[in-house]
């Protein structure tokens, strides 16, 4: 069977759910008011889409993620390299890493919130330190497990430590990178979310809640349901990008 018929049989199981919440929702098993109809969630979703609702808090919730993504990938990046590379930074480094890593991000909110506010600032270090750690990690990892012959041929060419890592090393690390940019891409949605619900200061995390708070059940489902499509197009988004920018590693190519 082709690929792309394969992957259109995954929304089937969402079909079948909802078609199972709407009968039973229509033979009033459960309450319609706290959990509303598929049917009714859908037609509110599109008067939502149809009005351009939907743009404002999607292009500040998009900016702030990628403004914290980029600039912790980046720093976690740089860091790996020269941690990975050398055993003095990571025996520097190394106790405190591992203190702060394990810490559950959204445990920080409290105190970034009485040091920074609740404004972008606050936002925007919340979720980079929720993306630093999975790429600082994989890159790492990835510059740990590069092959020894391929650092002694630069250093037959001559080549200086910095040109050794950006031609040798990061192009051999680049597959785990970008795996741990994968996993922080998704971990920084969910702290985005977080903060922009605890913050309530716009975004689509906000909106979810504040429709919460006014009882607005189907509103806050349909919210629910951007937010999962915007998830969705995000990972879609960046396999695409990994697959073009890797395509001359087996990972990076797709299979028929």
Not at 118 to 129: D, E, H, R
Not at 165 to 183: E, H, K
Request: aromatic share 8%; hydrophobic share 55%.
């Amino acid at each position: 069977m082709p690929e792309r018929s394969v992957g259109w049989l995954g929304v089937l199981p969402l079909v079948v759910l909802a078609g199972a919440l709407e009968a039973a929702g229509r033979a009033q098993a459960f309450n319609v008011a706290l959990l509303p109809l598929p049917s009714a969630v859908l037609q509110r979703l599109g008067e939502i889409l149809a009005a351009g609702a939907f743009l404002e808090p999607l292009l500040q919730t998009t900016a702030l993620l990628f403004s914290a993504y980029a600039i912790a990938s980046a720093i976690a990046v740089v860091t790996g390299l020269v941690v990975g590379r050398s055993q003095s930074a990571y025996r520097l480094l190394e106790p405190t890493l591992e203190l702060l890593r394990p810490l559950p991000k959204p445990a920080l909110l409290p105190p970034l919130m009485l040091l920074l506010g609740i404004g972008a600032a606050m936002k925007i270090t919340i979720v980079g330190l929720a993306v630093f750690f999975p790429v600082f990690i994989n890159t790492v990892q990835g510059v740990r497990g590069v092959e020894p012959v391929l650092v002694d041929l630069g250093r037959t060419f001559r080549l200086s430590r910095a040109r050794t890592l950006a031609q040798i090393v990061l192009p051999a690390a680049l597959p785990l990178i970008f795996t741990g940019m994968r996993i922080a891409l998704g971990l920084g949605l969910i702290v985005v979310v977080i903060a922009e619900m605890l913050a309530g200061t716009g975004g689509l995390g906000y909106l979810v809640i504040d429709m919460q708070r006014m009882f607005r059940v189907v509103d806050m489902y349909a919210w629910l349901v951007i937010l999962a499509v915007f998830g969705y197009c995000l990972n879609g988004l960046f396999v695409l990008v990994e697959r073009r920018l890797l395509r001359w590693h087996p990972s990076g190519q797709s299979t028929t």
